[in-house]
Nanobody, 123 residues
């Protein structure tokens, strides 16, 4: 099993910045992809940014040039640096990971989600 714990959300004014962190913990696992998703009230969950274990990144068009995803493989932690925030960025931000975990005498692929951290952009 893998547990994901997010931190760094909060209230910020339009144009401001925030940095989200997500740390993965557990036993007998290897993190593959990590990413951030967000869900605003009444809207579908959407992908914000993802990063592979060798550093390849992918961003939603709405955040390109404003958000930067990074990871520290030694700490099994992924970060999301957000800048030039707008009220449209207000949402619960959820950390996601795909990992291989021990299963009997082998391994299996599994996906995990964090509980989410709220980001509110308002003046």
């Amino acid at each position: 099993q893998v547990q994901l714990v997010e931190s760094g959300g909060g209230l910020v004014q339009p144009g401001g910045s925030l940095r989200l962190s997500c740390a993965a913990s557990g036993s007998a696992f290897t993190i593959l992809n990590m990413g951030w998703y967000r869900q605003a009230p009444g809207k579908q969950r959407e992908k914000v940014a993802t990063i592979t274990n060798d550093g390849n990144t992918n961003y939603a068009d709405s955040v390109k040039g404003r958000f930067t995803i990074s990871r520290d493989n030694a700490k099994n932690t992924v970060y999301l640096q957000m800048s030039s925030l707008t009220p449209e960025d207000t949402a619960a931000y959820l950390c996601n990971t795909v990992a291989t975990v021990a299963a009997g005498t082998g391994v299996r692929l599994a996906e995990y989600w964090g509980q989410g951290t709220q980001v509110t952009v308002s003046s």
